[in-house]
């Protein structure tokens, strides 16, 4: 079930805005200081939170542009707020399809299966950002955090910020 849009005043949007790309800021310089400590797992996690915002920030954006001279409100899908995957489908667009592959091609592992990490489809998901912070039980096993590739991890936050600061 859907919920109804959000009513969001057009003097609003700045503030929305600024709040959204604050909130990217600080989820990569976070994700940059676990990276820098060698913490990849709980980077993956915070990366792809900063990815949700940076989708949610060029909706917003774009809803910005598009106000009529006049229009006092805008209407703004409820998922935007609530969907991890509506977000990170904006976002797919403003991120250079080679710098959302974040773990290697050959990683393969009975927690982790090819559909995360074939070069073709290997990018942010819901699903990758909480297997990578909860600890879980699976198949008689522990599963904790996933292989990481600190090169890759860099250029997906270093175009994520590439994303954020384009006019």
């Known amino acids: 079930m859907s ?10 949007l700045p503030e929305g805005l600024r ?12 994700a940059q200081t ?11 996690a915070l990366a792809i939170f900063a990815f949700e915002e940076l989708g949610k920030y060029a909706e917003l954006r774009r809803i910005k542009e598009s106000v009529k ?3 006092d409100k805008v209407n703004v ?5 609530r969907s991890h995957d509506y977000k990170q489908n904006f976002a797919r667009k403003l991120i250079p399809k080679e710098s959302m592959i974040l773990l290697p ?14 070069t073709e489809n290997a990018t942010p998901s819901d699903t990758l950002r909480v297997q990578c912070v909860f600890v879980d039980w699976i198949d008689d096993d522990w599963r904790y955090g996933a ?15 590439d994303a954020l600061n384009q006019p």
């Open 19 to 30: 709040l959204c790309a604050q909130n990217i800021r600080e989820f990569v310089a976070d």
């Open 34 to 44: 676990l990276l820098s400590k060698g913490h990849g797992w709980h980077t993956i």
């Open 77 to 81: 899908k409820d998922a935007l707020f």
């Open 69 to 71: 001279s006049g229009q």
């Open 3 to 12: 919920r109804p849009d959000r009513i969001i005043p057009v003097a609003k």
């Open 147 to 161: 292989a990481h590739d600190t090169e890759r991890l860099k250029k997906f936050l270093n175009a994520i910020m």
């Open 105 to 118: 091609a050959y990683f393969n592992n009975k927690y982790f299966g090819p559909e995360f990490f074939q």
